[in-house]
């Protein structure tokens, strides 16, 4: 089962600063299986990134994913009010046992 | 718009099996381009996926949970559901349904989500 660890735990920064959220999994993972979430208190999470670098509809072009293999990177080139919340990133895995698998999370708060 | 919506009781004593039911609106859950899944959040932690069902029926789950998880699809109803058998207090939690594609292997579309708390 391939492990998904994210860095910070938390990420304490000001409005308009950038943000730089770490997602690494314990074996190779394929960009194409590798997506970002947000989630904000009391509400469902909400797709962000998918393929590791393609932002979903609707999402501001301040959000962009990268990387490959082990090590993919969310960013926030200039934090805004609302992007204050927890990040999650999210593989798939297509060999046995297969199956989803979620980071356990990066909060952003404000400083 | 496609929306999803979770239905079922908030409480479930331990030792019985949880149901919960998903509607599918504003679009077709017999479409061959996605799965529908369950997700699920205890309080105050991460996201769990549970398993996932296509409209054929065909289905896979999380090996951690799959002894006790079944998951269903009822295409007449627009709606899939999840029996989660012999409940703890550990299986207390949010629990989400979701649609993922068959190609982009990510959640796009969230129910709001539905509290089932696990207690005597």
């Known amino acids: 089962e391939i492990v998904l660890t994210q860095s910070p735990g938390t990420l304490s920064l000001s409005p308009g600063e950038r943000a730089t959220l770490s997602c690494r999994a314990s074996q190779s993972v394929s960009s194409s299986y590798l997506a970002w979430y947000q989630q904000k208190p009391g509400q469902a999470p909400r797709l962000l990134i998918y393929g590791a670098s393609s932002r979903a509809t609707g999402i501001p072009d301040r959000f962009s994913g990268s990387g490959s293999g082990t090590d993919f990177t969310l960013t926030i080139s200039r934090l805004e009010p609302e992007d204050f919340a927890v990040y999650y990133c999210?593989?798939?895995?297509?060999?046995?046992?297969?199956?989803?698998?979620f980071g356990p999370g990066t909060k952003v708060d404000i400083k | 718009q496609l929306q999803l919506q979770e239905s079922g009781p908030g409480l479930v004593k331990p030792s019985e099996t949880l149901s919960l039911t998903c509607t599918v609106s504003?679009?077709?859950?017999?479409?061959?381009?996605?799965?529908w899944g369950w997700i699920r959040q205890p309080p105050g932690k991460g996201l769990e996926w549970i398993g996932s069902?296509?409209?054929?029926?065909?289905?896979y789950y999380n090996p951690s949970l799959k002894s006790r998880v079944t998951i269903s699809v009822d295409t007449s109803k627009n709606q899939f559901s999840l029996k989660l058998s012999s409940v703890t207090a550990a299986d207390t939690a949010v629990y989400y349904c979701?649609?993922?594609?068959?190609?982009?292997?990510?959640?796009?579309?969230w129910g709001q989500g539905t509290m089932v708390t696990v207690s005597s």
């Open positions: 069902i296509y409209y054929s029926g065909s289905t």
């Open positions: 999210q593989q798939y895995g297509s060999s046995p046992p297969g199956g989803f698998t």
């Open positions: 504003g679009g077709s859950i017999s479409s061959s381009s996605y799965y």
């Open positions: 979701a649609r993922h594609g068959t190609v982009l292997l990510s959640f796009d579309i």
